[in-house]
């Protein structure tokens, strides 16, 4: 778990949107994967001063951790939260078990870099990042969506994010974006809700993906006090056998493409077939994604 490049322009963007980072906490503690110049040049972009000595210790200051980064970001407190004390984190406690009753509502900004993945009771994680917000707070996540296996216990689709933090459970999600980690020139491409519009966001690509998620607290309620439902599911229920009927076409066209691939590995030689696979395999895979699903962004 680490701040890189991408990362802090994310954190920034975020503070722009109005995240505060007055009480914040960490899932984890976050090492820094930054250079002085990279500080100080996203800190230029987004009108926060910062020399070469100030850039400089906080790469310095505990151990490369990134306390001193949230502080300069206005963080009067900066927790961390691990199930262990070998790194040192603030507050102890295992993401699987429910936080206790006097943390939550304690911060105004929770921060997950990439540990969630990590914990086999992810709703329960999750719901615990929930309940640390106060109203108002901001929460923000940095998970693997594609390419990613093996690096946690899971990798998530956008989905998720927009069904559990939605107005049901008190939250509102204000960004989703995607992008390829370690990759500066890399695009950011904004994520639309499944729901909104009304088929699933899906992406097939050659490089391994990142969703960064940014969210508000908007109310105090029970949190999953209904499990949340798949979007296209939940219209299917609502709608009947004409959605239902609507959805056959695509499943149809699926089942024939894969009859075909079979039909033509028993005609074709089998070196041709295996080059004209190769050929459709990286087309397939290379990264093509819906417009109207991803949109390409400047992130500001």
Known sequence: MGIDHSTLHFLLSSRKAGASFRRTATIGRQDLLLSTSDIRGLFSRYGVPCGYAEADSILQQDRGYAEPLLRALGAEVADSMDASEFEGASVVHDMNQPVPEAMKGRYTLVYDGGCLEHVFNYPRALQNCMELLEVGGTLLLLTPCNNYMGHGFYQF???????????????????????????????????????????RVEATTWESMILFVRARRVREVPIFARAPQQSDYSRAWNQGREARERARPALFQAARRGRLSLLLEALLPRELWRRLRDCRDLYRMRDRLDPEMFRAVELD
Do not use: H, I, Q
């Not at 998720?160 to 890399?186: P, Q």
């Open 157 to 199: 689709s956008p989905e998720l994010f927009f069904r559990a933090l939605g107005e049901e459970n008190g939250f509102a999600v204000e960004a989703m974006y995607m992008r390829t980690l370690f990759k500066r020139d890399a695009p950011w491409f904004l994520v639309s809700d499944p729901a909104r519009l009304g088929k």
